[in-house]
């Protein structure tokens, strides 16, 4: 792969909640020698609070100016894989700041893989009052055109978090050709 390429360009992961972003992301730098960071995580730690305590205690619309706020000083950087969260894809000045810094994947899964992947977990407050299929089905819908504005779009589902991560470089090593060519 073309040093301009590896040198210059960042790796964002877009998706719904569920999709692997997280697990992808660290395999993923691992492989490139790229840092990872975790949007969510940094959010996390820097506010010493979970992501349900933030939305509880400060609101949705104090998480997503925290969340603009994190990817626009992580962007800034370069070798970077960026796993972002599920919503961060609703505001335009997010979608912006992704394009701009590098190549946008999304991973994809269906409702009721995502469903079955996030049926134990207890931190994600939108899906609070239920993770049906149904549930998950109207907002993954609502997402959808922001979820397509990603260079590419990987379906995770029946794939294991190395065939993913492989997907990614054998798409990011033909982008870097084209780059040269
Ligand atoms: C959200 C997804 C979560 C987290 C927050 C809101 C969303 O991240 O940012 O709960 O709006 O879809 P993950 O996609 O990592 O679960």
């Given at each position: 792969?073309?040093?301009k390429?590896?040198?210059?360009?960042?790796?964002?992961?877009?998706?719904?909640?569920?999709?692997?972003?997280?697990?992808?992301?660290?395999?993923?730098?691992?492989?490139?020698?790229y840092?990872?960071?975790?949007?969510?995580?940094?959010?996390?730690?820097?506010?010493?609070?979970?992501?349900?305590?933030?939305?509880?205690?400060?609101?949705?619309?104090?998480?997503?100016?925290?969340?603009?706020?994190?990817?626009?000083?992580?962007?800034?950087?370069?070798?970077?894989?960026?796993?972002?969260?599920?919503?961060?894809?609703?505001?335009?000045?997010?979608?912006?700041?992704?394009k701009?810094?590098?190549?946008?994947?999304?991973?994809?899964?269906?409702?009721?893989?995502?469903a079955?992947?996030?049926?134990?977990?207890?931190?994600?407050?939108?899906?609070?009052?239920?993770?049906?299929?149904?549930?998950?089905?109207?907002?993954?819908?609502?997402?959808?055109?922001?979820?397509?504005?990603?260079?590419?779009?990987?379906?995770?589902t029946?794939k294991?978090?190395?065939?993913?991560?492989?997907?990614?470089?054998?798409?990011?090593?033909?982008?870097?050709?084209?780059?040269?060519?």
């Amino acid at each position: 792969m073309s040093e301009k390429y590896l040198n210059s360009r960042n790796i964002i992961l877009i998706g719904f909640m569920g999709t692997g972003k997280s697990t992808v992301g660290r395999l993923l730098a691992e492989r490139l020698n790229y840092c990872f960071i975790d949007i969510d995580a940094l959010i996390v730690a820097r506010e010493a609070s979970s992501i349900n305590e933030i939305f509880v205690k400060k609101g949705e619309v104090y998480f997503r100016s925290l969340e603009t706020a994190v990817l626009k000083e992580v962007l800034q950087g370069k070798r970077l894989v960026v796993s972002t969260g599920g919503g961060a894809v609703l505001s335009e000045t997010n979608r912006s700041l992704m394009k701009q810094s590098g190549s946008v994947i999304n991973l994809l899964a269906s409702p009721d893989v995502v469903a079955a992947r996030l049926a134990k977990d207890t931190d994600r407050p939108l899906l609070r009052d239920g993770k049906s299929f149904e549930r998950i089905t109207t907002l993954l819908a609502d997402r959808e055109a922001f979820y397509a504005i990603a260079d590419i779009r990987i379906d995770t589902t029946g794939k294991n978090v190395e065939d993913v991560v492989d997907a990614v470089l054998a798409y990011i090593s033909q982008e870097s050709c084209i780059e040269n060519a």
